[in-house]
């Protein structure tokens, strides 16, 4: 394993000279000092207990109950994902994880960093803004699950595993296997190019792209040798800082060929045929134009002043037709009645308009269908027509759209056509230009 390889060399950190086991020891003191930095910063708040996790948040941001129990929902599933000997849940039941729930600006006093959100490895901790932030989890879920905890993972790898597992910046994994399908399409850029350490962080396009282009590289390891193989790649391609950027991309398809069990041979070519195969299944992300002609049952209809909806059981998805004058529409499910506490992309939706508690809405327009989830603020299924170059499949008429949801989200549509779910009709005014 690479972790195992020795160097002997010398190399600056922060502006000096040190040798290898220097290094070592002042990146391990620096993460001590930040791990104190959040605690010391965040001392005084306030502390709310799930199953996984004391969550110490900021007066401004308590976390809502819902969302809690997402966040240990997460880490039960990613468990059973990338941990079949059970060994770690009954450890965080006892030994329980710290999260840092906090504005923007508090988020950079406390880490030293602006971003909205990371993980403190030698803390066990989440520090972030956006709750529940599933991708630092999952970053944080691997390195316990590591039997030798290495001090750098090749980023296409560790980002790549963290979008697979819990998405990025309010977008489901599967979101952001769509969004690798788009730059794809767009010919955004490719694999090869973001493999390396030097190529993932020198991109032209961005981590934007990159990141996407990891989950999609996890995503093929998955499917050729299970969960356990995506925590193996971790491991493999994992060690010191000079190690990870030594690394070349023959070196790194070695490994990766090395793992799926491919046969010695051009490992470069088989990674590309392999993640040839797959570009077609990200086309779509959970909503795509209604196809099936027969076997449609009504199942229940919502209906409001300004528009309704009827959902119709079929043989492998379930079917909307939304009825409206006016776009955009969005179908809510029911509030739970729960002041105090906030949704982001509830608010981006309906400016001004109190957060109750709804926990899905389904947003509909003749180019654009997109579900969400406002209590976790993720984007979680999606058809965009300009990308998929479908335009007006989703039109039946001047006043309905007629689309297919997958059977993964019954539970949100279940909700969406539950008793008190309402249907809201949006004028859209065009701005003078």
Not at 38 to 47: E, F, V
Not at 57 to 70: D, F, I, M, S
Not at 154 to 174: N, Y
Not at 325 to 332: D, S
Request: charged residues 20%; proline residues 5%.
């Amino acid at each position: 394993m690479l972790q195992k390889i020795i160097i002997t060399t010398l190399f600056l950190f922060a502006g000096q000279s040190y040798a290898l086991g220097d290094i070592n020891t002042e990146m391990q003191r620096e993460a001590e000092r930040q791990t104190q930095q959040i605690l010391d910063g965040a001392k005084s708040w306030p502390i709310v207990e799930t199953q996984f996790f004391k969550i110490h948040y900021h007066p401004e941001t308590p976390p809502e109950e819902l969302a809690r129990a997402q966040l240990d929902a997460f880490v039960v599933d990613t468990l059973c994902k990338l941990d079949p000997s059970e060994s770690l849940q009954p450890q965080l039941e006892t030994d329980k994880l710290e999260y840092y729930l906090c504005t923007d600006l508090m988020v950079q006093k406390l880490t030293g960093y602006p971003t909205k959100g990371m993980a403190d490895l030698s803390g066990r901790a989440v520090i972030s803004s956006h709750f529940p932030h599933f991708h630092e989890l999952a970053h944080l879920l691997i390195d316990l699950l590591m039997s030798e905890r290495p001090q750098q993972i090749l980023p296409v790898v560790q980002e790549g595993s963290a979008c697979l597992l819990g998405g990025r910046w309010g977008r489901s994994p599967d979101t952001i296997l769509f969004t690798a399908w788009v730059q794809h399409n767009f010919s955004m850029g490719d694999l090869e190019d973001v493999l390396t350490y030097e190529g993932f962080h020198s991109n032209p396009q961005g981590t934007d792209v990159a990141y996407p282009l990891g989950a999609v590289l996890c995503d093929l390891v998955r499917r050729e040798v299970g969960w356990s193989g995506v925590l193996e790649l971790n491991r493999q391609l994992s060690g010191s800082p000079e190690i990870i950027r030594s690394l070349s991309k023959s070196q790194i398809l070695e490994i990766i060929a090395g793992i799926c069990g491919w046969e010695n041979g051009d490992s470069a070519a088989k990674l590309q045929k392999k993640i040839d195969s797959l570009w077609a299944g990200y086309r779509r992300c959970g909503i795509e134009p209604a196809t099936e002609a027969n076997h449609q049952e009504f199942e229940m209809e919502i209906v409001s002043d300004t528009g309704s909806a009827r959902l119709f059981s079929g043989e492998v998805a379930k079917t909307i037709e939304v009825n409206s004058r006016e776009r955009l529409v969005f179908l809510l499910s029911p509030p739970t009645q729960n002041p105090g506490f906030s949704s982001q992309i509830f608010a981006d939706h309906f400016p001004g308009k109190e957060y109750l508690g709804e926990h899905y809405g389904l947003r509909c327009e003749p180019d654009n269908i997109s579900l969400y989830d406002y209590a976790s603020n993720q984007l979680l299924a999606t058809w965009v027509a300009g990308f998929t170059q479908e335009m007006g499949a989703m039109a039946n008429g001047p006043q309905t759209l007629k689309f297919q949801v997958d059977a993964a989200f019954n539970d949100a549509l279940g909700k969406l056509f539950d008793s008190g779910a309402t249907v809201i009709s949006i004028k859209i005014i065009p701005q003078p230009e």
